[in-house]
């Protein structure tokens, strides 16, 4: 799955990034096009990497999902463009003229704004709410493909192997001691070691000899047995006499019995088979580390300190980790915060003040947006409130920006200072970067607006109780919806 998750990312890239030469060349060879979606086909001199490629195509295929931006390149019915709805052909229950099946996005949407009279007649409400927070097509970039198994569009190894797991969940079998060893509260070098213990891949003279390293599988300890995994950390003399002389009595039956798998489970999950009861499952995970670790050092350098001072050793590392996850919880503790008077101020002479806000609805799912501008006597000018669609806060604060943005132009005031309580919009457009690729249009459309030279302006982020004439007035049209 993971070879076939790597597959899906080099199809990935040859979708978007064509510019690269590995792309090219690729794209060239095989015969792709010069299409926006490439065509991925299996031919009589397909390298195996290609055919993999092909290969997981189909699967990459069926998780795109398109970003408007001029509408020409994406179908309106036919592509997946709205977040989390698919095709829209498969949500409508009237026939759609077949004339219209392979129209782009932009003929449903003129002067930047959506053809609703042709929108609504034949798409369900609760879609045209979906439709309603993305920007209508405008002249520029071209449409671009995003990944939508993730939040923010982009691809990641992540999903893609998640995505095959979840395909293959019937085939998939996770042994349980992974969790354990995961969470295994110690340092990362020790987890590691425990992950291979629990694959059985510590190399032990046994399978040294399997893989036909070495002529002898004894143990370099007691020189009687084959050194298998369990004899090396359990069962050999010394490490049988070191283990009885800190667990509890009572439990010698079960612990020199049982299996690997089982014995590892059951001492990282039990705080009681030690005879002080407290921390097993760290003092074990530390001391069958240095069991091995002494073992190597008998091999490679004929010392062993499995009868004096390794019991000191693991003491000392256990009560390090104690130590520090002691104090690791103490600087989580918060102090106490500075109160600070927080409350609206005036922009400078000359200048006017848009204060903007967005909100989500969590229980019906719809989104709302306010804002008011004043001006340097903090004296009203204008405001609004407005439905937004479905979608999340994001969407909601970054189309209040927009909406206060163009009243603001509209009105032709030389200097404006935008100010919104939501930092990740305000760093977006500082920045002119997002991380959610769904957003970058709108991003895109509202530095372009910020930047125009008629203008002045400015963006700042505000505590929400600078900013709550905008919140009520976003509340409010969330009551009116609702």
Excluded at 180 to 190: A, D, E, S, T
């Amino acid at each position: 799955m993971l070879n076939k998750a790597h597959m899906m990312k080099l199809s990935w890239q040859i979708l978007t990034q064509p510019s690269k030469l590995w792309v090219k060349i690729l794209k060239a060879k095989y015969n792709c096009g010069m299409n926006i979606i490439p065509n991925f086909r299996h031919t009589s001199n397909s390298s195996p990497l290609w055919r993999a490629i092909v290969n997981a195509w189909d699967v990459v295929k069926g998780n795109i999902t398109w970003v408007i931006r001029d509408g020409v390149d994406s179908q309106f019915w036919r592509h997946p463009w709205i977040p989390n709805v698919g095709a829209l052909e498969d949500h409508i229950a009237a026939s759609i003229p077949r004339e219209e099946l392979n129209f782009p996005v932009n003929h449903y949407a003129s002067d930047g704004l959506w053809k609703w009279d042709k929108i609504r007649s034949i798409v369900p409400n609760d879609i045209c709410d979906k439709i309603a927070v993305i920007k209508p097509p405008s002249q520029g970039a071209p449409d671009f493909p995003c990944w939508k198994l993730s939040i923010d569009g982009y691809f990641s190894l992540k999903t893609a192997y998640e995505f095959m797991e979840n395909q293959h969940q019937e085939d998939l079998y996770i042994n349980p001691i992974f969790e354990k060893v995961w969470h295994w509260k110690g340092p990362n070098r020790i987890k590691a070691f425990l992950w291979k213990l629990s694959q059985g891949r510590l190399l032990t003279n046994e399978e040294r000899r399997h893989r036909n390293m070495t002529n002898s599988d004894l143990c370099p300890r007691c020189q009687d047995y084959p050194e298998s995994i369990m004899h090396c950390l359990r069962d050999c003399e010394d490490a049988r006499e070191f283990w009885t002389n800190i667990i509890n009595p009572e439990v010698w039956s079960k612990f020199f019995s049982i299996g690997l798998n089982n014995w590892l489970d059951w001492n990282l999950s039990n705080d009681n088979i030690g005879n002080d009861g407290n921390n097993w499952s760290i003092f074990f995970g530390v001391a069958v580390n240095e069991l091995w670790k002494d073992r190597n050092s008998l091999v490679f350098s004929n010392i062993s300190g499995i009868d004096r001072n390794l019991l000191f050793k693991i003491n000392t590392q256990v009560s390090s980790i104690i130590n520090l996850h002691s104090f690791q919880k103490n600087l989580v503790t918060r102090q106490p915060g500075e109160v600070v008077a927080v409350s609206w101020k005036p922009p400078l002479d000359g200048w006017h003040k848009v204060n903007v806000d967005g909100s989500f609805n969590t229980i019906s799912g719809s989104t709302a947006c306010g804002g008011l501008l004043r001006n340097q006597h903090g004296i009203f000018v204008k405001g609004f409130y407005s439905k937004i669609g479905s979608s999340n806060a994001n969407w909601a604060e970054m189309w209040a920006l927009r909406i206060g943005i163009r009243i603001a132009q509209n009105l032709l005031l030389p200097k404006v200072v935008f100010e919104m309580d939501s930092k990740v919009i305000v760093n977006m457009v500082t920045s002119g970067h997002t991380n959610n690729a769904y957003l970058s249009p709108l991003l895109g459309e509202i530095v372009s607006l910020l930047q125009h030279p008629n203008w002045e302006t400015s963006i700042a982020h505000v505590y929400r109780e600078a900013n709550q004439c905008a919140d009520f007035l976003t509340n409010k049209e969330l009551v009116i919806q609702n």
